[in-house]
Structure formats: C-alpha cells, structure tokens
C-alpha cells in the first residue's frame, strides 16, 4: 500500500511540474529573448561585441513598459521564424514585414516603420533604373520581401536572383562583380552606400497596392502581442517613438 501511496504521489508531483512547465508562456518570463539579424543598420548592427541600432532601443522601451528585459540573439534573417516557433526566442525585432505566409507562422504586432526598396549598384555599373536590370544578376537577402520582389519581377526583366544571409554579403558581391545589383530596403541601402563610394543606390518604382513594413514577431497565440501593441500605441501617442525614428532615421521617417 506505501509503495502504491508513494507511485500516486510521485506521479501527481510529476503531473504538476509538467502542467507548470506547459503553463508557462513568455508574458510570464522577466527576460525575453528577442532574434535579430545584426547586418541591418540602422535597424541593427554590430558595435563591437554590441548590438545596436533602433530596433534594440524600440524592444528595450517597449520591454520596461511590459515589466520585462530584453536579452539580444544575433542570428540569420533567414532562421528568425523557426528560432520563434522553436522557442529559442521569444520575439523578433529584424525590419521584419507581415507578409501573408510569415503570419501563417507567427503573430505580429501593429507596424512600426514603412519601408521602400533601392536599387543598389556600382556607379560604373550603367543601372539606373528598373528597365537597366533586364537580364542582369541581381542580390537579395534570403528570406526577405526583397527576394520575394526579385521573383516577382524575373518573368517580365528576365533576372538571375542570387541570395545571400547578410546585406553585406550583398554589397561585398556588387564590389566583386559578381552581382550587377542588389534589391535592398532603402534606409538600409543608403547606410551601406554611405560606407562605400563605389555605390550607388536609386529607387524601385512602389506598385499602387504594395505594402511594405516593420513589425514585431511573436508565437502563435502569444501573450505578448497584445501586450507589446499597447505599449507600441502609447510610445506612438507620446512621440517616443517618433524620437526614436529621428535618432536613428534622422528626418526622413514620414513615408
């Protein structure tokens, strides 16, 4: 009878930590992991061994008004979706964009930032519109929108899209020769052309319909979400946010 007393009691112990363990969601945790691919500036990169930019400031607001703190994970733009549905983040702040088959995938905040798309090219290259890329090599970051806009483009200028995991792998390529142009988001474009004379970057023509932008990433039926938006909305009405686009966007933030 003890030794049948003491299995039920085990098994009873056993069920509770299992059922605290299942419980648990990432509202409940006090730091939050948060994925980014830190080859995105000013959205983020690297200060020596530092992770900066403005997502890492916007998490680090939005984390001190939910009661959190924020701990960076520099990885692939590519693997930032599995590591959320996989637990090995809980959210994602990369300039990602809440596009039809990542909301399959994950939740999302409201958007944070609208984004537009550059043509990046060498000034020698002879490309200074869309019309110049007509069988041309052209980069993208995998799993962008970017190369997801290099496909939809290829039927009708007959592109070679080649991807890359980091946008200065893109960049890195055009100097080689090796690609003709990149399709990269233009805030980010203009920071990379910034660091190299050889660049030049011009705008891709924006489709009536087309919609582009910055949200943050959460698990399937997170707590944080609804948490995170409303944190997003107050820093939108106090003009912290804003603030934040100006220190890190300088004045062209309203697209």
């Known amino acids: 009878m003890k030794k049948w007393m003491l299995l039920v009691v085990a098994a009873c112990v056993t069920f509770a930590l299992t059922a605290c363990g299942t419980s648990s969601s990432s509202a409940d945790k006090k730091t939050l992991v948060m994925g980014t691919s830190a080859d995105y500036p000013p959205f983020e990169s690297k200060d020596g061994d530092k992770i900066v930019g403005f997502d890492v400031d916007l998490a680090n607001a939005l984390a001190k008004k939910t009661g959190h703190e924020i701990e960076v994970k520099d990885m692939d733009f590519n693997g930032l979706v599995t590591a959320l549905k996989t637990n090995k983040v809980d ?3 990369s300039g990602m964009t809440p596009t039809p088959k990542r909301k399959k995938q994950v939740d999302f905040s409201n958007v944070y930032y609208t984004a537009h798309n550059m043509i990046v090219t060498k000034k020698s290259s002879g490309i200074k519109s869309l019309d110049d890329l007509k069988g041309k090599t052209v980069g993208v970051q995998l799993g962008s929108i970017q190369e997801e806009k ?15 995991n980091r946008i200065s792998d893109l960049t890195e390529e055009i100097k080689a020769g090796r690609f003709d142009a990149a399709i990269i988001e233009d805030i980010v474009a203009e920071k990379y052309i910034n660091k190299n004379e050889e660049l030049v970057g011009y705008n891709l023509p924006k489709e009536p319909d087309e919609k582009a932008g910055s949200a943050i990433a959460f698990k399937k039926g997170s707590d944080l979400t609804e948490k995170f938006n409303k944190a997003l909305e107050e820093m939108e009405k106090s003009g912290e946010l804003e603030k934040l686009k100006e220190k890190w966007f300088g004045g062209e933030t309203k697209k």
């Open 91 to 93: 959210i994602v702040l």
């Open 150 to 164: 290099a496909k939809e483009l290829t039927p009708d200028y007959n592109l070679k899209v080649e991807n890359r």
